[in-house]
């Protein structure tokens, strides 16, 4: 069986669906699940959401609306007014109407999870109804029964004994009689709460997915021809690579690049599973596959960004030196407010690192910190890192930049930059 999955740009508007359900008819006899992002940008739409929701940042119900108008508008464009998916639809957005009805109580990971996890839901229901209005069986199924997490909001953990368990018992039978149409990024509690696995999370879906039912490939359909060495909004002469190993892709996706979420690999890699890189605007194209045996070939550097960076650096109170009790405390801290460090480096007096910047996380972890250590931090910068790199790329992409760090080894060289 094979596994795909379509990101929102695959699915921005109706085209995209209707084109979707092309790609899809082509592998008709297979057995076929497919996992679907939310549409378009309606993720960041329904942060904002969420934000003007929990800390009065816009009118919450003029968002709602346009979010609401935007998915209808899509609607029109591919039923008639009757077909049951606008009932679908508006029941699904029904439960975003009953929590803004109310203050906001609980807190704001827990929130997040239960109005942006709509996106994907609404989003497979208008995909799965396409499917059967163009006479491809197939069935809407709730991922949340069957990826099973703790209570992690916004970086759910998956219980894999208990995940496995589910989508083995169920989900073979269901795919013996039609594709399955299911939900990226989600997952659910014990609870029955909603937890999503990070941001990007649809490609971490397929491979849970995929991993548990043993299947044949799993093909990620993206705007873009395959794995580049950058991302062409930035870069200009950009290269595609044919093939990578699944350890090249992992240490890809660590330092950011963002075609792939980060814990995909790993379950794809422990099950032998080929993962593949392709367009969904040219099926035939031969895209990138990222497999155990392949060959690693670099006649360009792979350049990652990640914007939105923050340089934190901590040091005692007393001057005295940064010793490991003073690291371990540290890094108890980002621990407990769910902060990642990109880079590090210590001196005597110092620890410096460069994490993303979360709101909400990036202040707690501040008001954690100042009890104990003095803090300095400069905002809004960009990290670089640069796979397999050469003196001369390292210093043509950092010309005319203020650097504010700069870490290399064997095969990788970061700089934070302003």
């Known amino acids: 069986m094979l596994v795909f999955k379509f990101g929102g740009a695959s699915v921005k508007d109706a085209q995209g669906v209707v084109n979707l359900g092309k790609v899809v008819s082509r592998y008709a006899g297979n057995q076929l699940l497919v996992v679907v992002s939310a549409m378009g940008k309606t993720t960041n739409a329904l942060e904002k959401l969420t934000n003007a929701y929990v800390n009065g940042e816009g009118d919450v119900h003029e968002i709602f609306d346009e979010i609401k108008d935007y998915h209808y508008q899509i609607l029109s464009e591919l039923f008639e007014p009757k077909n049951p998916v606008f009932d679908e639809v508006a029941n699904t957005f029904v439960e975003i109407d009953w929590m803004i009805e109310d203050e906001p109580h609980d807190d704001y990971d827990f929130i997040y999870d239960q109005i942006v996890s709509i996106g994907e839901l609404v ?12 006479g491809i069986a197939s069935k809407w199924l709730d991922v949340r029964g069957y990826i099973h997490t703790d209570n992690t909001y916004r970086e759910g ?25 299911t939900q990226g990024f989600l997952g659910g509690t014990s609870e029955n709460f909603t937890t999503t696995l990070g941001r990007e999370g649809s490609d971490y879906t397929a491979s849970i997915i995929a991993s548990c039912l043993g299947a044949e490939s799993v093909t990620t359909w993206k705007d873009v021809p395959g794995i580049l060495n950058a991302d062409p909004k930035h870069f200009v002469d950009t290269i595609k690579f044919d093939e990578l190993s699944y350890q090249e892709a992992i240490e890809m996706t660590y330092y950011g690049a963002s075609v792939i979420h ?16 392709k367009p969904f605007t040219d099926p035939d194209a031969p895209g990138t596959v990222i497999k155990e045996d392949a060959v690693n070939s670099f006649a360009k550097p792979v350049i990652i960004l990640k914007q939105k960076q923050v340089l934190l650096s901590v040091s005692t109170l007393d001057y005295s030196f940064i010793s490991e009790s003073h690291l371990s405390e540290i890094f108890g801290l980002f621990a407990k407010n ?3 460090v990109n880079v590090m480096q210590t001196s005597a007096l110092s620890f410096t690192a460069c994490i993303d910047f979360v709101s909400g996380r990036f202040e707690k972890l501040l008001a954690s910190l100042k009890p104990y250590f003095k803090v300095r931090y400069n905002d809004n910068l960009t990290l670089i890192t640069l796979r397999h790199y050469t003196d001369d790329a390292l210093a043509e992409i950092t010309a005319g930049k203020t650097i504010l760090m700069k870490q290399t080894n064997r095969n990788t060289a970061q700089v934070v930059i302003k």
């Open 123 to 134: 989003s497979t229901r208008i995909v799965n109804a396409w499917f059967n209005h163009e």
């Open 157 to 181: 953990v998956v219980d894999w004994d208990k995940t496995r368990a589910s989508i083995q018992n169920e989900l073979p039978a269901l795919l013996e009689k039609s594709i399955i149409v």
């Open 262 to 277: 980060p814990k995909t690999i790993k379950p794809l890699q422990n099950a032998k599973i080929p993962l593949l890189v």
């Open 338 to 340: 769910q902060v990642k």
